[in-house]
């Protein structure tokens, strides 16, 4: 009997546990993953111009990923200085096809169905472009097409470390790059322009960069080459941001760079961390910069160490991006593919709770908006059970990507009407609901439906959101969504959000035992709103 009773209290306290840690899920998270084209790491996984091939590797890919809670994906669009689209300015990339120069079949664009297939899933799409590298595994410049930066213009590259890269001090090299970022986004629909960590090289031992000619012809105020290169990439950033915004003010630019900035024995701004390179230092990106003058609209710092590492602490370097953000969003880069690997330094990637601890810190912290994984593979591959970790845990609730660029003037949708809200046979609750003419003529990109308890109307919990349904421009005049868990003292409302992920408030929040109640007054995703006086005289006529 005792023991009965202790298991009924062991039972009920772990639920009530449960409960309370479920209680709060984030709204707003970026859940970003890398998907790597260069050597073929994650995409395609076999080279071929077959577009079917293409499109089911494709579709097989990112259906895993939504299946996870993934809402962003960081596709790299520019491996080497190619392509995997349709440029009048640089080859098709031989990591797509097999062979440099040359395409898909039949003409196929893959990066507009690789761009609609994610919206369609409600998934950002952020191109990531390398910069700057011009060759990785085959150093033959024969091997590369008569339109490849290393034939067309070989004296705009210089040879390191096995590799070729673009001359970062180059006027010229700076104005091709901000051309193919160009066609790019005026090209296709994507939602940002990302670089990651590959400035200048990394460092090769002794090996040295030989740019001193270069530094000479273009060196104009700086006595000190180091300077000169970190202006090199500052005046590409600087010149960049304002070509996208001119071009299209709705696509971000972001930056993955290396995860630590400057360590703070060389510099009191910089981290408490010794690690053996940094951005400034070796890269010569100060990314600090870019983030203060507002050049980027957000970083993912590539954190690739655990808890505990002396040498290069997770936690320190998060926080410290968090501190030097200047408001900009913080997305924390986490090595996935490190992930049952531990080492003599770093035994904690043996820990499958390496990475929820790390999702931990940077729900925490106040510039900390998500997280983006490395790489694609890693996470499909579940290693110690971190994606089902997400899938059932820390991703358990959708979530909509952070509002990053402001200026939604252009876009400003309206709040959708609920036509019907009806309890089926089965069970289920049956919600339909119309989208307002000036939104279709926008850009929505995804209606959010809400589920509230009785009394408990809450826009800015996550646990909320029972689903997030991508606007399709072929769709019906009305939309209709099933809910296999309502019941009848269940509270409904539905909102729209815009391709800036710019959340318009509903209209109405619904039941099934009352009509429509108006709601004007709420403001989705920044606060609880009073609201109960209104609905009650609403709901009962009192």
Known sequence: MYQYRFLKLLVCFLLFFTSIHAQYAPKREMRGVWIATVLNIDFPSVTTTNSFVLKEDWIRLIDKHKALGINALYVQIRPMADALYKSDLVPWSRFLTGQAGVGPDNGFDLLSFMIQTAHERGMEFHAWLNPYRASMDNPSVATFPDNHILRAHPDWCLFYNKRYIM?????QVRNHIMDVVSEIIRKYDVDAI??????????????????YATYEMYRGPFTNIEDWRRNNIDLLIYHLSKRIKEINPRVQFGISPFGVWRNGYKDPTGSDTR???TCYDDLYADVRKWLKEGWIDYVVPQVYWTFGFQIAEHERIVRWWSDNSNGKPVYVGHAAYRVGQPNNKEQNWGDPNEIPRQIQLSRSLKNVKGSVYFSSKSLINNALGVSDSLRLNYYRYPALTPEVIKDTTSLACEPPEIR???SEANGRVMLR???????TRRHPFQYIVYRFPWGQVDFTNGRNIIAIIPHDAKMP???TFYDAHGNTTNLYAITVSDCNSHETPAADVVTLNTKPLPIPKIETGRKKVKW????WRRA???
């Open 167 to 171: 001359n970062p001090g180059l006027p």
């Open 194 to 211: 990302h670089f990651d960590d590959y400035f200048y090289p990394y460092k090769n031992g002794n090996e040295q960069l030989n740019d």
């Open 275 to 277: 690690a053996g390179l």
């Open 420 to 422: 019907a809200i009806t």
């Open 433 to 439: 609901w119309k989208p307002s003419l000036m939104t």
């Open 477 to 479: 005049n009305e939309l």
């Open 532 to 535: 109960w006086k209104s609905f």
């Open 540 to 542: 009962f006529g009192k």
